[in-house]
């Protein structure tokens, strides 16, 4: 196989990436400058070097030197509340909004129906028990307006059942209109969501 096809499809494997797209990657990266190629192929090759995954909320970071993200090794932030994403892209866009200052935990996935999708139960259970020693009361459920969210969302109570009590949950208000992906949701909107989370 050639290299031009063999790159395509790779590149294809990608997120959200077809095969039409990645040939056309693979056409910019032909016209473009050796440097530019190497930049991008460094990059690559040292993701899985520098970077770490957070051994608490189990975001990907290269921010500091011991295994505990810059977040959750923060001392200035709330822990009496605790979110829930289903991934790292959600929690920088929770982040950019800029008004949650609590401890983060991201699931890893979502459930679906069919029985599909995976999210991190053991490490979840362990997370909130080490996090009720340290005050928690809130459990916050930012999950995207979609089905998927909507049954991992009801797994996640489940688990949860043991600390009714002790635990609020609440959900995002429904701001996020159905069907969309927290990844993709305005700063506007998503301040107005964690405003007005409701019990859930
Ligand atoms: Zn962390």
Request: neutral net charge; proline residues 2%; glycine residues 8%.
């Amino acid at each position: 196989m050639d290299h031009i096809d063999e790159l395509a499809r790779a590149l294809a494997r990608l997120p959200g990436i077809g095969p039409r797209q990645s040939k056309r990657f693979v056409y910019y990266l032909l016209a473009a400058s050796i440097s530019e190629r190497t930049k991008l192929a460094e990059l690559i090759m040292s993701l899985g070097k520098d970077v770490c995954q957070c051994s608490e909320c189990f975001r990907f970071h290269n921010e500091t030197t011991t295994d505990v993200c810059r977040y959750c090794s923060d001392h200035g932030r709330d822990n009496a509340i605790l979110m829930f994403v289903e991934k790292d892209q959600d929690l920088s866009a929770i982040e950019r909004a800029g008004t949650y200052h609590g401890r983060y935990f991201v699931l890893g996935g979502l459930l679906t129906l069919s029985g599909k999708g995976a999210i991190r139960e053991k490490e979840l259970l362990r997370m909130v028990e080490k996090r009720l020693e340290n005050g928690l009361q809130e459990v916050v459920l930012a999950l995207s307006a979609t089905s998927e969210g909507e049954y991992t969302a009801d797994r996640v109570r489940t688990l949860l059942a043991p600390w009714r009590e002790q635990i609020r949950i609440s959900e995002l208000g429904r701001g996020l209109a159905t069907g969309s992906e927290l990844e993709y949701s305005d700063t506007q909107t998503l301040r107005a969501a964690l405003t007005n989370r409701k019990e859930a």
